[in-house]
């Protein structure tokens, strides 16, 4: 139990987002919604809790679904779970409703894993991501990885490594789980208590954290070698797209992704400014199987997740400033303490101005430091000596510079003041 003066605080591994740090957020929604709609995507919206059955969907041998997900009875004994990934709920909702392929969505939406917190690992996570439903295409798949390397770039988050692996179709799947599967039992004892692991998911293994480990992964069978000549060939197109379109890459033959409804290409973009073992800023691949699972028709998809904090993150390291838009191009400073001040601001609210105020009947000094501290690009003052020929007083906060201008031209005059709302 949480100790009392602990239960009115944020419960461990969740955090609040205030502004003007939500302004950054805003910022990367909003570019990536663009860039998402430049693309053909439409947004889509599932529901925070499903039926555990849809996120157990994940894989049986995945820590997700065994020791992370957040999952209770609802008062009407069905068993629910919060959403722990965007996939599934999304694939849920496709064979549920059956729209035309290609389905092309994408999503903003948190996520929730009871892991052990730390920095860029945390029990809520904020996902923007994208899914592809009904096509099987590689060019779907370059498109998938441009829609999120092109956002990166976007955003100026630098330089990031994009690693690409393909996980073969079904036949190449199991005949390279089972030279695995030989090659861990041949060293069940460094494996120890992973063996029931590898027995039940024998990829699972190949993104094992434990370091002592590390050497065994190495010298592992690789899967790109036994690749059928089909999903070689989708593999092989897949890097020629990457390519057409500018995309560096490398290929990890043990890129395998902390999910198991992967199947053909995955991909995950890096960063050296995220911690070792989870430097992932966004990654994802082909699902072809997991619209069948759920009872929906024979459907190839794919899909990508980013987290919100971990893009944050690498911008913080310097290599980009996300800033936020200014809230506030105006802050209007008010001598009169008529409605006039309310008068003002609600024109220059509804003409596409910024603007704010100070609140009580605080001093002019105050104002005007409640001004600076709005970072506002201008005050406009209201005094009794302007009023009176029908002018307001307008200070360039930035320059120091002070005019008159008429208060019936003041709004139109911001108004075409638009790099006052440049970021
Ligand atoms: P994922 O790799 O588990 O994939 O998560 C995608 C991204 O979400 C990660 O690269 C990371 O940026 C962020 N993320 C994940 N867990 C956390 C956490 N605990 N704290 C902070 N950030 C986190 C998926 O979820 C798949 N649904 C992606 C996908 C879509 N595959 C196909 N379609």
């Given at each position: 139990?949480?100790?009392?003066?602990?239960?009115?605080?944020?419960?461990?591994?969740?955090?609040?987002?205030?502004?003007?740090?939500?302004?950054?957020?805003?910022e990367v929604v909003a570019l990536f919604a663009e860039r998402a709609r430049r693309f053909g995507y439409g947004l889509v919206l599932t529901p925070m809790f499903e039926h555990w059955e849809v996120f157990a969907r994940l894989g049986e041998t995945t820590d997700v679904v065994t020791k992370e997900m957040y999952d209770f009875v609802d008062?009407?004994?069905?068993?629910?779970?919060?959403?722990?990934?965007?996939?599934?709920?999304?694939?849920?909702?496709?064979?549920?409703?059956?729209?035309?392929?290609?389905?092309k969505v994408w999503y903003v939406a948190p996520n929730f894993r009871y892991e052990r917190p730390q920095a860029g690992r945390y029990r809520q996570h904020y996902q923007l991501g994208a899914e592809v439903m009904g096509v099987d295409d590689p060019a779907v798949d370059v498109e998938m990885i441009d829609l999120l390397g092109g956002f990166f770039r976007e955003l100026g988050l630098g330089k990031l490594s994009l690693v690409v692996n393909s996980m073969g179709d079904a036949e190449s799947r199991d005949r390279y789980r089972a030279v695995l599967l030989s090659y861990w039992?041949?060293?069940?004892?460094?494996?120890?208590?992973?063996?029931?692991?590898?027995?039940?998911?024998?990829?699972?293994?190949?993104?094992?954290?434990?370091?002592?480990?590390?050497?065994?992964?190495?010298?592992?069978p690789q899967l790109p070698e036994h690749l059928t000549d089909e999903a070689g060939a989708h593999f092989e197109q897949v890097q020629a797209g990457l390519r057409a379109v500018g995309l560096d890459f490398e290929i990890d033959p043990r890129l395998v992704r902390g999910l198991d409804y992967y199947t053909s290409t995955v991909f995950e973009f890096r960063s050296a400014a995220l911690s070792p073992g989870q430097d992932a800023i966004g990654g994802g691949g082909r699902y072809d199987k997991l619209a069948e699972e759920m009872g929906g028709p024979p459907t190839p998809a794919i899909g990508f997740g980013s987290?919100?904090?971990?893009?944050?993150?690498?911008?913080?390291?310097?290599?980009?400033?996300?800033?936020?838009?200014?809230?506030?191009?105006?802050?209007?400073?008010?001598?009169?303490?008529?409605a006039d001040a309310t008068a003002l601001l609600h024109e220059l609210r509804e003409t596409g101005t910024a603007a704010d105020r100070a609140y009580g009947g605080?001093?002019?000094?105050?104002?005007?430091?409640?001004?600076?501290?709005?970072?506002?690009?201008?005050?406009?003052?209201?005094?009794?000596?302007?009023?009176?020929?029908?002018?307001?007083?307008v200070k360039d906060l930035d320059s120091g510079e002070q005019i008159e201008i008429r208060r019936d031209e003041i709004a139109a005059w911001l108004a075409t003041k638009k790099e006052t709302r440049a970021r």
């Amino acid at each position: 139990m949480a100790a009392d003066r602990d239960v009115f605080r944020a419960p461990k591994g969740v955090r609040d987002v205030l502004p003007p740090e939500s302004d950054r957020w805003i910022e990367v929604v909003a570019l990536f919604a663009e860039r998402a709609r430049r693309f053909g995507y439409g947004l889509v919206l599932t529901p925070m809790f499903e039926h555990w059955e849809v996120f157990a969907r994940l894989g049986e041998t995945t820590d997700v679904v065994t020791k992370e997900m957040y999952d209770f009875v609802d008062k009407g004994n069905r068993r629910l779970a919060l959403r722990p990934d965007g996939t599934a709920g999304v694939v849920r909702a496709y064979v549920e409703h059956r729209p035309a392929a290609p389905w092309k969505v994408w999503y903003v939406a948190p996520n929730f894993r009871y892991e052990r917190p730390q920095a860029g690992r945390y029990r809520q996570h904020y996902q923007l991501g994208a899914e592809v439903m009904g096509v099987d295409d590689p060019a779907v798949d370059v498109e998938m990885i441009d829609l999120l390397g092109g956002f990166f770039r976007e955003l100026g988050l630098g330089k990031l490594s994009l690693v690409v692996n393909s996980m073969g179709d079904a036949e190449s799947r199991d005949r390279y789980r089972a030279v695995l599967l030989s090659y861990w039992r041949d060293h069940a004892a460094e494996l120890d208590d992973d063996l029931p692991r590898a027995e039940l998911n024998p990829l699972r293994i190949l993104d094992s954290k434990r370091p002592d480990l590390q050497d065994l992964v190495e010298r592992a069978p690789q899967l790109p070698e036994h690749l059928t000549d089909e999903a070689g060939a989708h593999f092989e197109q897949v890097q020629a797209g990457l390519r057409a379109v500018g995309l560096d890459f490398e290929i990890d033959p043990r890129l395998v992704r902390g999910l198991d409804y992967y199947t053909s290409t995955v991909f995950e973009f890096r960063s050296a400014a995220l911690s070792p073992g989870q430097d992932a800023i966004g990654g994802g691949g082909r699902y072809d199987k997991l619209a069948e699972e759920m009872g929906g028709p024979p459907t190839p998809a794919i899909g990508f997740g980013s987290g919100i904090e971990r893009i944050l993150i690498v911008a913080d390291a310097g290599l980009a400033v996300v800033a936020g838009s200014r809230r506030c191009d105006v802050f209007v400073i008010d001598t009169l303490g008529t409605a006039d001040a309310t008068a003002l601001l609600h024109e220059l609210r509804e003409t596409g101005t910024a603007a704010d105020r100070a609140y009580g009947g605080r001093s002019l000094k105050k104002q005007w430091a409640a001004a600076d501290k709005a970072g506002a690009r201008y005050g406009v003052m209201l005094a009794p000596r302007e009023m009176a020929t029908g002018h307001v007083v307008v200070k360039d906060l930035d320059s120091g510079e002070q005019i008159e201008i008429r208060r019936d031209e003041i709004a139109a005059w911001l108004a075409t003041k638009k790099e006052t709302r440049a970021r």
